[in-house]
T-cell receptor, first 110, second 117 residues
């Protein structure tokens, strides 16, 4: 079945550092790919999405490119802030069901 | 973007009681709503999918008699945890989606934290 694999956390960075959170997937067909962010005690918020190969999703300085050849959707940000500290979930939707990765916790130190 | 609300945001109850959680789509009609459960520091586990006017489809291992789901209208779905026990304590999150060109995006509620004493 479909699955999503994310790099394990926690990831600890200093402010203004470069961020990469790896995400790879297996799926039949052509899923849509998403990154969601969850701040402490809150629900999930959509961060960005891509619906077809080579699409780049971007929002709030975060980017991810749908790479069909490597079945990846890595999340990147050039300069993280303390306020980016949260848990990030990679997800795919195919056949109307969404599959989430395990989540990667990010800590950004001032 | 579309807004989904949940009520209550937190609930504490005694063991053996039933708790109802509401999920509402505020500015769109949601043909499908999803209920998830999230344990501390873990990912979301899909519990069930509900379509308006029909019975919910439960994931394997989820007790349908314990977690009653009703999707009576295009803007409201409810999850009732019956005869709650401490092991039911968790963070419950709903999401809603609707057919369209949103790329299968789901819109999530803020979650309900249930604590069973």
């Amino acid at each position: 079945g479909d699955s999503v694999t994310q790099m394990e956390g926690p990831v600890t960075l200093s402010e203004e550092a470069f961020l990469t959170i790896n995400c790879t997937y297996t799926a039949t067909g052509y899923p849509s790919l998403f990154w969601y962010v969850q701040y402490p005690g809150e629900g999930l918020q959509l961060l960005l999405k891509a619906t077809k190969a080579d699409d780049k999703g971007s929002n709030k300085g975060f980017e991810a490119t749908y790479r069909k050849e490597t079945t990846s959707f890595h999340l990147e940000k050039g300069s993280v802030q303390v306020s980016d500290s949260a848990v990030y979930f990679c997800a795919l939707t195919g056949g109307f069901k969404t599959i989430f990765g395990a989540g990667t916790r990010l800590f950004v130190k001032a | 973007g579309a807004v989904v609300s949940q009520h209550p945001s937190r609930v504490i109850c005694k063991s053996g009681t039933s708790v109802k959680i509401e999920c509402r789509s505020l500015d769109f009609q949601a043909t499908t709503m999803f209920w998830y459960r999230q344990f501390p520091k873990q990912s979301l586990m899909l519990m069930a999918t509900s379509n308006e006017g029909s019975k919910a489809t439960y994931e394997q291992g989820v007790e349908k008699d314990k977690f009653l789901i009703n999707h009576a209208s295009l803007t409201l779905s409810t999850l009732t945890v019956t005869s709650a026990h401490p092991e039911d304590s968790s963070f419950y999150i709903c999401s809603a989606s609707t057919p369209g060109d949103s790329g299968d995006e789901q819109f999530f509620g803020p979650g309900t934290r249930l604590t069973v004493l």
